[in-house]
């Protein structure tokens, strides 16, 4: 039986077995939990913490990665020469990014480095809080508003020599494109003074979808039972790495967060192209490829997925091609 | 923190289902949607030294009085009186707050040089306690210095050279009570008091007092116009009471008064879920809960009784107040009031109430069907101000067990009265008339009050007495998971669930009825506008 499956019956029978509800007319006061934002972390940064996570990232998160994931990692030269903690910023559309951009990240950074994970996901129950914590380094955030305290913390770790992997969309792509980033990664870069580095992740969307509720009901007729699994599909994975990134001078959070944005869609052309058709395309001033058609879903999803990969958004005009 | 004042829950879909007890059980039942929940106030912090506040207490005393070093002279007669066995509830864990003061009070007396002291213990016509609750209530200390030299007493309202009139009051009420404690140069009274009708007058003039005495209050007139016991303004037992401590007072008994409170923290924290609300119940308050529940219905009555008669309630002390009664008791009323007091907004036409395995006459014992009785309809419907939760012609629903069975050494005349008197009647005039004469008189129960651990024989009178109000302003009383037998001998309705019980009271209050729950205990007292 599934984990899933025993909170079910547990929901079912209801309280007191399961947690009580909590009636509408009764205000509820600010939570005294120590989950969430309020989680304690500070122990997964101990030496024999980070030995263990080391240990677990090295040899068994890499090499149960690869079997799933046929991974290609490029532009790490860009982070040669960087001394001290980076923003790692990268596109989301599959929980699997983590751990392999994670593991794909030279070794001078992987084991100094923390995860900001969304609180109100990761962090809601205690025992998923120890998990994220101990085995990624995650630390709680705050994705749907702006948390002064969220923002202290990860700039005091990154005064504290460590790096920072944040998902600036504030959770995974429903499509596979990539969302408006927010400001938290430019905000934290102009505070500590640390250098961004745009990350695009391709391809880990096609072993591990975002699912939503619906997508877990079986979809019904023939067959049906065989597509409703949660299950993985092995697929090729390209990690790229971009050139560091630094605010400039007069640039606000707004638009460096902006500039950001670009420059990981840029590198997600990259992935769909090739190098020179990317910045060609950039320098055109055509639309950000990294959005997308602006069309229907099935169509956004059929551009994406063309040929197997992200296709030039233009193409969705040819389609379907004249003639046909 | 400070602690949340008491609640009013109006339910809705979200609602998790209600604690109700079942006297040596509980259950969690769901209400109707827009029915309301009342909860207690949460427990008001202890005080953090308590023998220091006595010492205060009796040094800075309230009212025309001195304070207590003053009055205490050497050769001077002392009698220190305290209340029984049927407070606080559930007894209180060591050390009973009636130790803390009396052990404070008799260091001034021994200081002063006082060598006639007696203690008695302020029984009225309840059942003589044992050695072993003796020596809960007084600790070891004060048990061992005056027990064996039979200076701990327990006052007997049938020992005719014991008592002493005292005159009559203005209304006729023969005032007679104890003769040593109204013979003393000062009488010092130690209260607990659970609830706001505790204490005052009604300690010395009902504690001490004999049968003669007791019956012009404690009878059906009274007791219907006691609307309601709690709110001394409105009710004819404390006016009874007051005119008789006056001519007490006037008879030239000098009484030192010495009240306490206590907070509403009354179970301790492996039962912390009783007094907690339900969609605050932590995971420990769950597994708690299903595992008690669970091990409760597969035990025997009788073991599962024992096991709830151990508990030893985790009560703190939140004030004490010494020296003239009537001023003293002004304080303790506000004080009981701030701990226990929740507004509640117009009635309802049906009330349900879980009833607990114990009342002021079964700890140690069993909660007989006339006890039950007396807790719903007596305590529980009377814990109110202004007017009851329910309206008149409404539904009372008691969820309890209700067994046919008694304690045969401590209610002997329950037994009779059960058998004999509500198979008659269920009319509290008609019984005090017919009845009431013979059980009090009874040389047997008498014999058994004065030498056994008997309540009174007049006491299971006086238990339907306190039921007289709600037994007039209601339509009609259901009591869910009851022995149907003993229910409707009661002259109640049996229900074998909550959601029965609602169908049968639509008869009586029609469809779509209004529902009050009182979340009891911890005890709360309802302010109904």
Not at chain 1, 30 to 56: I, Q
Not at chain 1, 211 to 230: F, M, V
Not at chain 2, 53 to 58: E, G, P, Q
Request: hydrophobic share 40%.
């Amino acid at each position: 039986m599934k984990l899933s499956d025993v909170t079910s019956t547990v929901e079912k029978i209801g309280f007191p077995l399961a947690r009580p509800t909590w009636p509408d007319s009764v205000p509820r006061s600010a939570p005294r939990r120590r989950t969430g934002l309020n989680y304690d972390h500070e122990w997964s940064r101990r030496y024999p913490v980070r030995l263990a996570r080391a240990m677990l990232l090295d040899n068994v998160a890499l090499p149960l990665s690869r079997v799933v994931a046929s991974t290609r990692v490029e532009g790490k030269e860009h982070l040669r020469g960087l001394n001290g903690p980076v923003i790692f910023a990268a596109n989301h559309t599959s929980h699997l990014d983590t751990p392999l951009l994670l593991t794909s990240i030279p070794t001078e950074f992987r084991h100094r480095t923390v995860v900001a994970a969304a609180s109100d996901y990761f962090f809601d129950r205690t025992w998923k809080a120890n998990l994220w914590a101990f085995s990624l380094a995650a630390i709680p955030i705050e994705r749907t508003k702006v948390n002064r305290h969220s923002a202290d913390v990860a700039a005091s770790l990154l005064d504290d020599g460590w790096s920072l992997v944040i998902f600036p969309e504030g959770g995974r792509s429903p499509d596979g494109w990539t969302q408006e980033f927010r400001g938290g990664a430019a905000y934290l870069a102009r505070r500590t003074g640390r250098p961004v580095v745009p990350v695009y992740i391709d391809g880990t969307r096609k072993i591990l979808p975002k699912r939503s509720s619906s997508d877990k009901l079986p979809l019904g007729g023939s067959g049906s039972e065989n597509r409703a699994g949660p299950g993985l599909r092995r697929h090729d994975v390209r990690i790229v790495f971009g050139a560091p990134m630094r605010p400039v001078e007069g640039e606000d959070a707004r638009k460096f967060s902006a500039r950001i944005e670009r420059s990981v869609g840029l590198l997600g052309e990259e992935t769909a192209t090739d190098w020179w058709r990317a910045r060609r395309n950039a320098a055109s001033g055509a639309p950000a490829w990294s959005k997308g058609p602006d069309a229907s879903p099935w169509r956004r999803s059929w551009a994406l997925d063309r040929r197997g990969r992200a296709s030039d958004p233009s193409s969705y005009k040819e389609w379907p091609p004249e003639g046909s | 923190m400070s602690p949340r004042p008491g609640f009013v829950l109006e339910v809705d879909r979200s609602t998790p289902p209600v604690l109700f007890w079942h006297g040596e059980s509980f259950s969690l039942e769901r209400l109707p949607e827009g029915s309301r929940v009342i909860y207690a106030p949460e427990p008001l912090e202890a005080l953090e030294d308590p023998r220091a506040k006595i010492r205060d207490a009796l040094e800075t005393p309230l009212g025309d009085s001195d304070p207590l070093r003053a009055l205490l002279k050497p050769g001077m007669k002392l009698t220190i009186c305290f209340d029984d066995i049927s407070l606080p509830l559930p007894p209180m864990r060591s050390p009973d707050v009636r130790q803390l003061v009396i052990e404070e009070v008799l260091e001034l007396a021994a200081q002063a040089g006082v060598d006639d002291v007696v203690l008695v213990a302020a029984l009225a016509l309840h059942r003589r306690m044992t050695e072993e609750e003796l020596r809960h209530a007084l600790g070891d200390r004060i048990y061992d210095a005056f027990a064996p030299n039979g200076l701990l007493t327990q006052h007997d309202a049938e020992d005719r050279d014991a008592l002493i009139h005292l005159g009559e009051t203005d209304l006729g009420e023969d005032v007679e009570i104890n003769k040593r404690a109204a013979t003393s140069d000062l009488l010092v009274y130690v209260n607990i008091n659970l609830v706001a009708m505790d204490g005052g007058h009604k300690s010395v003039a009902t504690g001490l007092a004999s049968y003669k005495s007791l019956r012009h209050h404690h009878n059906p007139k009274t007791m219907t116009h006691s609307r309601s016991f709690m709110d001394a303004p409105a009710s004819e037992l404390h006016s009874a009471n007051w005119r008789m401590g006056r001519l007490i007072k006037e008879s030239g008994v000098k009484v030192f008064q010495i009240e306490t409170t206590l907070n509403t923290d009354t179970f301790p924290s492996n039962f912390a879920f009783l007094q907690k609300r339900e969609w605050e119940w932590s995971l420990r308050d769950r597994a708690t809960f299903a595992a008690s529940s669970s091990a409760l219905s597969r035990t025997p009555s009788r073991v599962a009784r024992k096991i709830f008669h151990s508990i030893r309630s985790p009560h703190a002390m939140t004030s004490v107040q010494a020296g003239e009664v009537e001023a003293v008791h002004a304080v303790t009323t506000r004080n009981v009031w701030e701990q226990q007091g929740v507004e509640v907004s117009g009635q309802s036409d049906v009330l349900t109430m879980g009833l607990p395995y114990i009342c002021p006459y079964n700890v140690n014992s069993i909660m007989n069907p006339i006890l039950v009785a007396c807790l719903g309809l007596g305590y529980f419907f009377n814990l109110y101000r202004n007017k009851p939760l329910v309206r008149e012609g409404g539904v009372l629903i008691l969820n309890h067990p209700t067994p046919w069975e008694f304690h045969p050494a401590h209610h002997p005349s329950y037994i009779d009265f059960f058998e004999e008197v509500l198979t008659e009647t269920k009319d509290p005039v008609e019984m005090h008339e017919r009845f009431e004469e013979s059980f009090a008189t009874d040389p047997w129960y008498i014999h058994l009050y004065r030498t056994g651990h008997a309540y009174h024989g007049v006491h299971p009178f006086y238990m339907w007495y306190w039921c007289a109000h709600a037994l007039e302003h209601l339509g009609r009383v259901i009591v869910v998971g009851g022995d149907p037998a003993a229910v409707r001998r009661l002259g109640f309705t049996p229900a074998s669930s909550l959601q029965d019980a609602f169908e049968m009271a639509k008869d009586v209050v029609g469809f779509s009825p209004s529902v009050t729950h009182v979340h009891v205990p911890p005890i709360l007292m309802a302010d109904v506008s």
